[in-house]
């Protein structure tokens, strides 16, 4: 039986300054994180210096947030804090590519 929902998340923004970035990356964690059911939560920028071949570099801001069950997964994606931050932010957006997987 799967442990955790993984719901992995990649932002391409219109406007990929590091003021843009960095304001994306902070209301992840402002709006984003401490969720009940979370396990684990990570928002930040592109690793620039990563640069292999295998490496995925169409997006400016990932978030990884991993919930102990689908119910609680399914709980943020309604919660009144999840919706401002599609709210606020979505606008800025060129592309958002979601990932969910199970752990296992």
């Not at 990649?10 to 059911?37: E, K, V, W």
Request: charged share 20%; proline share 5%.
């Amino acid at each position: 039986m799967p442990s955790a929902l993984v719901h992995a998340v990649y932002f391409t923004l219109h406007d990929g300054s590091a003021a843009n970035i960095a304001r994306l990356t902070a209301a992840c964690g402002d709006l984003l994180a401490g969720h009940p059911g979370e396990l684990f939560f990570a928002a930040g920028p592109l690793v620039a210096e990563l640069d292999r071949p295998v490496n995925m570099r169409d997006f400016h801001v990932g978030l990884m947030v991993a919930f102990a069950s689908r119910k609680a997964h399914d709980d943020y994606q309604v919660s009144p804090r999840h919706q401002r931050f599609i709210a606020e932010h979505k606008a800025s957006w060129a592309s958002v590519r979601v990932f969910d997987s199970w752990s296992g």
